[in-house]
Each structure stands twice: as structure tokens, then as C-alpha cells.
């Protein structure tokens, strides 16, 4: 077993939108296209839009995890891995009408939840981990840990001693709970 962390390059997108789905959006919508055009406009587009930070994991050279994260002052660095999501935006308007609103219902109510978690404590965070993920068939192999070392490490070189995790309940899996202390 040989895992290996490095920096999120262009090829790497379709493993994590693979990833993403497994993590989070498995048995949620049954249409694949749909699926792909969901994880791509809630999930994808967003993170490479606002991180400054990003690695993979690879067993053996597959992609089985991914980190991103974002420091406050810090330009995002991964937009340009973004292709042109025209095709999944026109996939998700084209639903029809319950299944469209059902999208933009989870969509906002996400938002909110985000919104109002953080409201009035906007400027006390330096970084937030973005999002994190780890395939089923890399769990309980540190990966996850390796992952969020090599996070944390950044965070540490970059003087964030205070960062913003972001949890919901939508993940097929249980978070680790994770306890760090910047100095």
C-alpha cells in the first residue's frame, strides 16, 4: 500500500466528483447524469471557486481522497481547473418542475444553515477546511489523517491558528471528530 499526497491537478476532477458522489451523494438521486450535474454545481464548482489550498491522495496512483481549504487573504488557486459547467447547469434547469425545486430547496436550505451558523463570527476565522472526503476503499488506511495533516501543516506554515469546519448530516459516513491544536 502506498499512499501518496500531492497537490490537485486538472485530471484529477472527475476522480473527486467520484468520490464526492460516494461520500455524500450514493443512492440520493438514482439518474446519473443528474447526479454528475448536482455534485459538479453544489459540490465541485464551488470548493475549486474559493480554496487556496488542495491535495489528493492516491493508493497505487488512483485518487481515493481529497482535501481543500481556504485561508482568509489568500487568492483561490483552483478555478482555472474548472471546465465549462454550462452543460450541467442546462441539466439541472432542463428537471422538471418538483425535481428542479427539490434542487434549489437543497441548495438553499444548505446555504442558510451555513448562513446562519457563522453569522456574526464571519472575521473570527483565519482558514476553513473546505471540504474533505475519502473513498470507501482507502477508509481505515490513514488516508484521511495523512490528508488533513498535510491541511493543518498549511495552516501552520501560514500563522491560521483559528479555522472553520463545516459539518452536515448528508455524508454516507460518519465524520471523525478531529481535535487540533494551533499554536
Same mark, same amino acid.
Given at each position: 500500500?502506498?499512499?501518496?499526497? =500531492?497537490?490537485?491537478?486538472? %485530471? !484529477?476532477?472527475?476522480?473527486?466528483?467520484?468520490?464526492?458522489?460516494?461520500?455524500?451523494?450514493?443512492?440520493?438521486?438514482?439518474?446519473?447524469? $443528474?447526479?454528475?450535474?448536482?455534485?459538479?454545481?453544489?459540490?465541485?464548482?464551488?470548493? $475549486?471557486?474559493?480554496?487556496?489550498?488542495? =491535495?489528493?491522495?492516491?493508493?497505487?496512483?488512483?485518487?481515493?481522497?481529497?482535501?481543500?481549504?481556504?485561508?482568509?487573504?489568500?487568492?483561490? /488557486?483552483? =478555478?482555472?481547473?474548472? %471546465?465549462?459547467?454550462?452543460?450541467?447547469?442546462?441539466?439541472?434547469?432542463n428537471q422538471e418542475d418538483? !425535481?428542479?425545486?427539490?434542487?434549489?430547496?437543497?441548495?438553499?436550505?444548505?446555504?442558510?444553515?451555513?448562513?446562519?451558523?457563522?453569522?456574526?463570527?464571519?472575521?473570527?476565522?483565519?482558514?476553513?477546511? %473546505?471540504?474533505?472526503?475519502?473513498?470507501?476503499?482507502? =477508509?481505515?488506511?490513514?488516508?484521511?489523517?495523512?490528508?488533513?495533516? %498535510?491541511?493543518?501543516?498549511?495552516?501552520?506554515?501560514?500563522?491560521?491558528?483559528?479555522?472553520?469546519?463545516? /459539518? !452536515?448530516?448528508?455524508?454516507?459516513?460518519?465524520?471523525?471528530?478531529?481535535?487540533? $491544536?494551533?499554536?
Amino acid at each position: 500500500m502506498n499512499v501518496e499526497i =500531492r497537490e490537485v491537478r486538472k %485530471e !484529477d476532477i472527475e476522480s473527486i466528483k467520484t468520490i464526492t458522489i460516494e461520500a455524500f451523494a450514493k443512492g440520493f438521486i438514482e439518474d446519473e447524469q $443528474l447526479l454528475d450535474a448536482a455534485v459538479t454545481m453544489m459540490f465541485v464548482s464551488p470548493i $475549486l471557486n474559493k480554496s487556496s489550498f488542495g =491535495r489528493v491522495a492516491t493508493l497505487d496512483g488512483e485518487v481515493v481522497g481529497v482535501i481543500f481549504g481556504s485561508r482568509v487573504g489568500e487568492a483561490p /488557486t483552483y =478555478r482555472m481547473l474548472q %471546465e465549462d459547467y454550462t452543460k450541467e447547469m442546462l441539466h439541472l434547469l432542463n428537471q422538471e418542475d418538483d !425535481d428542479r425545486d427539490l434542487f434549489v430547496q437543497l441548495t438553499n436550505s444548505t446555504n442558510e444553515a451555513y448562513k446562519k451558523l457563522i453569522q456574526g463570527k464571519e472575521h473570527e476565522f483565519q482558514g476553513c477546511l %473546505e471540504f474533505f472526503a475519502v473513498s470507501e476503499q482507502a =477508509r481505515g488506511k490513514k488516508v484521511g489523517k495523512k490528508l488533513l495533516n %498535510e491541511l493543518f501543516s498549511y495552516f501552520t506554515e501560514t500563522n491560521t491558528n483559528k479555522i472553520y469546519v463545516y /459539518t !452536515d448530516t448528508m455524508s454516507n459516513y460518519g465524520f471523525m471528530i478531529i481535535m487540533a $491544536l494551533f499554536v
